[in-house]
């Protein structure tokens, strides 16, 4: 039982909000390493996301926000 647990653990807290904030299911990129490597990328702005205390939300909004403000966006990152 706790292994099923932990497993829908991580389903909800990454896989969902991938599929969700960053559409992830819906990408139409299959040639090459471009699938791997932009996975990375959603992986790393999600981390990054999830650390930011500084904003109050959810991670689509947030994500939103960094798109909208380059202040936040440095913010976001570089913090």
């Known amino acids: 039982g706790e292994a099923v647990r932990n497993h829908w653990g991580i389903e909800n807290s990454v896989h969902w909000v991938l599929d969700i904030a ?3 299911d819906e990408s139409r ?24 205390k500084s904003f109050k939300g959810s991670i689509k909004t947030k994500r939103l926000n960094a798109a909208m403000d380059v202040e936040y966006l440095q913010e976001v990152v570089f913090s």
Do not use: Q, S, T
């Open 29 to 52: 990129i299959r040639a090459g390493h471009a699938p791997e490597n932009l996975a990375a990328l959603r992986h790393i702005a999600l981390n990054l996301l999830k650390k930011d």
């Open 22 to 24: 960053f559409r992830e």
